[in-house]
């Protein structure tokens, strides 16, 4: 019989780590206190309307792909992918860009508005290119233990080309002077990072992820990526226990030896905890066996928080496209307002998703399911009624203009969600949405360690511990976790 092993949370990374354990021979017990899977990729339903609740971004499918390659599967196996073409749209204060598909073309808007920027962008996606290959396939995959993992002879002679110590800001500066422009290179960090001039230049290949890359739809929405990982997890022999929240991680003689949940007592050989960071440590654990105090998470630098609005409108709305960045008010305001004086911004940019444009099934028919995404600063506190109210209005009222279309006059299902919705469902320390921003005082074994530093055999893994948030990043994570934990529980 195998070793045991118990995973809490079903988001991307406790699923990545239950697949990876449950394959190499362990016995797994996944425990979710929600009554489905997903995590923050959660499934809402309501009058006929479907909309992810979390990510609506599918990026780098190559990471996806090698996911599922491991099992002896491909993703194709699970739910179907379509590229976007336009891959989204920008509204400016004055205009539009639909960014295509097609890098030529990319390059040639580029060129229309400043002569000279489409070599630039070949010199950047090359540089970008390295980055990817380096960040992606080798870097991400450390477990962040020790600064010894990084002395290889690749990642030492490359250094200087992974512009580490050069910011996404001073790097983007170099190459392009129209604002537009460095603007729209500068979304992927801002909108789930930190300020450009505080995230390492490594970040751009996230540039590449998107321009070379492309954007892509899994048909059926985000969830389906869920339920392709759930199936999985369950082809391997994993045992998911839904609506089974985790009330205390039980330490015998300085070692994790099971968890409390509101239905029980359940041993294991190994813990591994793929819910908040902060929240085990603080809330599952005795004080004497946290890592880090309170102190040290009042310093971390977070990703944005989110404002959201599911809406479900009565009508087609001409001209939408499936991604919209409404980048119509200037940057330097709202990123202030998240990170340098954190307060609800007066004007704040926004991100508005359709997946019914790509997938009629998402919606009744003539109907859009629309989802908006208001980028705040984590920890603000009175997310009340009114103030999600004010800002929907904010929002709607460019939404409306920039499309042409009135949409509060055909409402037919509406639900705001926000730090303390964070705080609720998902335990997230400040309300956080995305986890820590990716600075550079916050990469590899600065981050939280995915292994306790108190507790013997008890893991961690997401998005506030290597390699970092985002989808990609979640999945990568439980793989990095349950290697390590087969490296070390014998």
């Known amino acids: 019989m195998g070793k045991k092993a118990i995973v809490i949370g079903s988001g991307f990374a406790g699923m990545s780590a239950a697949s990876f354990l449950a394959k190499a021979g362990w016995q797994v017990s996944l425990f979710e206190k929600h009554e489905q899977p997903g995590g923050r990729a959660r499934l809402l339903k309501a009058g006929g309307f479907s909309f992810d609740m979390g990510p609506s971004w599918y990026w780098m499918p190559?990471?996806?792909?090698?996911?599922?390659?491991?099992?002896?599967?491909?993703?194709?196996?699970?739910?179907?992918?379509?590229?976007?073409?336009?891959?989204?749209?920008?509204?400016?204060?004055?205009?539009?860009?639909?960014?295509?598909?097609?890098?030529?073309?990319?390059?040639?808007?580029?060129?229309?508005?400043?002569?000279?920027?489409?070599?630039?962008?070949?010199?950047?996606?090359?540089?970008?290119?390295?980055?990817?290959?380096?960040?992606?396939?080798?870097?991400?995959?450390?477990?962040?233990?020790?600064?010894?993992?990084?002395?290889?002879?690749?990642?030492?002679?490359?250094?200087?080309?992974?512009?580490?110590?050069?910011?996404?800001?001073?790097?983007?500066?170099?190459?392009?002077?129209?604002?537009?422009?460095?603007?729209?290179?500068?979304?992927?960090?801002?909108?789930?990072?930190?300020?450009?001039?505080?995230?390492?230049?490594?970040?751009?290949?996230?540039?590449?992820?998107?321009?070379?890359?492309?954007?892509?739809?899994?048909?059926?929405?985000?969830?389906?990526?869920?339920?392709?990982?759930?199936?999985?997890?369950?082809?391997?022999?994993?045992?998911?226990?839904?609506?089974?929240?985790?009330?205390?991680?039980i330490i015998e003689n300085g070692r994790a030896s099971g968890i409390e949940t509101n239905t029980g007592v359940y041993k294991a050989d190994v813990v591994i905890s793929g819910a908040d960071y902060h929240f085990t440590e603080t809330k599952l654990l005795p004080s004497k066996y946290r890592t880090y105090?309170?102190?040290?998470?009042?310093?971390?630098?977070?990703?944005?928080?989110?404002?959201?609005?599911?809406?479900?409108?009565?009508?087609?709305?001409p001209g939408l496209l499936h991604h919209s960045l409404f980048f119509d008010t200037p940057f330097a305001p709202h990123a202030r307002d998240i990170y340098t004086s954190p307060r609800w911004p007066d004007n704040p940019l926004f991100y508005a998703s359709a997946t019914s444009v790509t997938d009629p099934s998402q919606a009744p028919e003539g109907c859009e399911n629309l989802f908006f995404l208001v980028p705040v600063a984590t920890g603000l506190g009175g997310d009340s009624e009114e103030v999600r109210m004010h800002y929907f209005n904010i929002i709607a009222d460019r939404f409306e203009k920039r499309l042409g279309v009135t949409i509060r006059d055909s409402i037919l299902y509406f639900k705001s969600y926000a730090h303390s919705n964070f705080i609720e469902d998902y335990n997230a320390f400040k309300g956080n949405a995305y986890g820590l921003a990716n600075t550079l005082r916050q990469t590899a074994v600065l981050k939280p360690s995915c292994r306790s530093k108190k507790v013997e055999n008890l893991y961690f893994t997401g998005q506030l511990t290597v390699p970092g948030p985002g989808v990609p990043p979640s999945l990568i994570s439980g793989e990095v976790v349950a290697k390590l934990i087969q490296k070390n529980v014998h």
Not at 86 to 92: D, G
Not at 96 to 123: F, R
Not at 307 to 316: A, D, F, P, Q, S
Request: charged content about 25%; hydrophobic content about 40%.
């Open 62 to 249: 190559d990471v996806f792909e090698r996911y599922f390659n491991q099992f002896g599967k491909k993703v194709s196996d699970y739910y179907t992918l379509h590229r976007l073409d336009p891959s989204y749209r920008v509204y400016w204060s004055d205009d539009h860009w639909d960014i295509p598909a097609n890098y030529d073309s990319y390059k040639s808007i580029l060129e229309k508005i400043e002569p000279g920027a489409g070599a630039a962008l070949d010199k950047v996606m090359k540089e970008a290119a390295y980055k990817y290959e380096v960040g992606i396939n080798r870097l991400v995959f450390k477990p962040g233990q020790s600064l010894f993992e990084f002395l290889d002879v690749q990642l030492a002679a490359g250094v200087f080309r992974l512009d580490v110590f050069t910011s996404i800001k001073d790097h983007f500066g170099k190459h392009f002077t129209n604002p537009k422009i460095r603007e729209l290179m500068e979304f992927p960090v801002l909108f789930l990072g930190a300020l450009a001039e505080d995230t390492p230049a490594l970040y751009s290949l996230m540039n590449y992820a998107d321009i070379k890359g492309g954007t892509w739809f899994p048909e059926g929405g985000m969830h389906s990526i869920v339920k392709g990982m759930h199936r999985l997890a369950e082809q391997q022999g994993v045992e998911f226990h839904f609506e089974n929240y985790v009330q205390k991680i």
């Open 293 to 317: 105090t309170e102190s040290y998470w009042d310093k971390r630098v977070m990703a944005p928080g989110c404002l959201l609005y599911y809406v479900g409108v009565g009508k087609k709305i």
